[in-house]
């Protein structure tokens, strides 16, 4: 039983990842991996908030400086510029863009079509080659 209530405690790796990004969108600053540990208050060890920033770095998620011994970590971007470019990312692993592109927009609802097609309509979009 107590096994069990163990397993069932554990986050997945995209819950700590979020959850790590979150606390650095609330420093003020660039924030050191103890600082987020601090922060998040659960019974995460330093080394696991360590493991996850630099994950993060990987993925071009956060960015860190050096501090003292240390590092201070900072987010790359907000929420959405994380989703784009996981997504982003996602496009370049397949070979048929065009094909997955076709796929995403014939999925997409009408006011999400409606809204993609006006910021592909701006000029600062890029959505003219």
Known sequence: MAEERQRSRRRGQGELEAMVLSALREADGP???????????????????????????????????????????????????????????????????????ASFVTGLGPADERLLRELLERPESGGED
């Not at 990987?58 to 960015?63: D, E, L, P, S």
């Open 31 to 101: 924030a050191t991996a103890g600082w987020v540990q601090e922060r998040l208050g659960t019974d995460l060890a330093y080394t696991t908030v360590v493991t996850i920033l630099t994950r993060l770095l990987a993925k071009g998620a956060v960015t860190r400086r050096r501090a003292g011994r240390s590092f201070a970590w900072t987010p790359a971007s907000d929420q959405a510029g994380l989703a784009a470019h996981r997504m982003r990312k996602m496009l370049d692993a397949e070979s048929d863009r065009q094909a997955v592109l």
